[in-house]
């Protein structure tokens, strides 16, 4: 099944997500695009120096017909991940194989992205304990 969003939807979800993994001090831009586009279901361009981001999501009505169960608050939450991990990518990315980079950085960001949306769709608390 996909869950779709509408374009406040999307800001909304982008909104939220940026607070959960504290990047309230990026502004994170997005644009909704052809899957054909981009050949994925989401991607992201940023700019570290003066954090800055935007993310193309595909929109659902463009997406294959043999789409993995994937939608638009996992890819959202997922490109937002790798904003958190920006400065390591940046660093070792130029260094990684695609195998490398795959196993180090996309593969562990996959899974993380679906435990923090399935943890907020059963609406367990992700507010960490005060520090």
Same mark, same amino acid.
């Given at each position: 099944?996909?869950?779709?969003?509408? #374009?406040?939807?999307?800001?909304?979800?982008?909104?939220?997500?940026?607070?959960?993994?504290?990047?309230?001090?990026? !502004?994170? !831009?997005? %644009? +909704?695009?052809?899957?054909?586009? @981009? /050949?994925?279901?989401?991607?992201?361009?940023?700019? +570290?120096? *003066?954090?800055?981001?935007?993310?193309?999501?595909?929109?659902?009505? *463009?997406?294959?017909?043999?789409?993995? #169960?994937?939608?638009?608050?996992?890819? @959202?939450?997922? #490109?937002?991940?790798?904003?958190?991990?920006?400065?390591? @990518?940046?660093?070792?990315? %130029? %260094?990684?194989?695609?195998?490398?980079?795959d196993l180090f950085v996309e593969f562990p960001t996959v899974? +993380?992205?679906?435990?923090?949306? #399935? +943890?907020?769709? /059963?609406?367990?608390?992700? *507010?960490? !304990? %005060? !520090?």
């Amino acid at each position: 099944m996909i869950i779709k969003m509408t #374009e406040q939807g999307i800001a909304d979800c982008i909104k939220y997500w940026q607070a959960q993994l504290r990047l309230g001090d990026w !502004e994170i !831009e997005h %644009s +909704l695009v052809r899957y054909g586009d @981009i /050949n994925c279901y989401a991607q992201m361009r940023w700019t +570290l120096p *003066t954090k800055g981001a935007a993310i193309d999501i595909a929109d659902p009505d *463009t997406w294959p017909t043999d789409y993995n #169960e994937t939608d638009m608050e996992d890819s @959202i939450v997922h #490109e937002l991940v790798h904003v958190l991990n920006a400065p390591l @990518i940046q660093k070792f990315k %130029s %260094s990684m194989t695609t195998e490398e980079f795959d196993l180090f950085v996309e593969f562990p960001t996959v899974a +993380l992205a679906k435990v923090l949306t #399935e +943890l907020h769709r /059963n609406k367990k608390d992700l *507010t960490p !304990e %005060s !520090e």
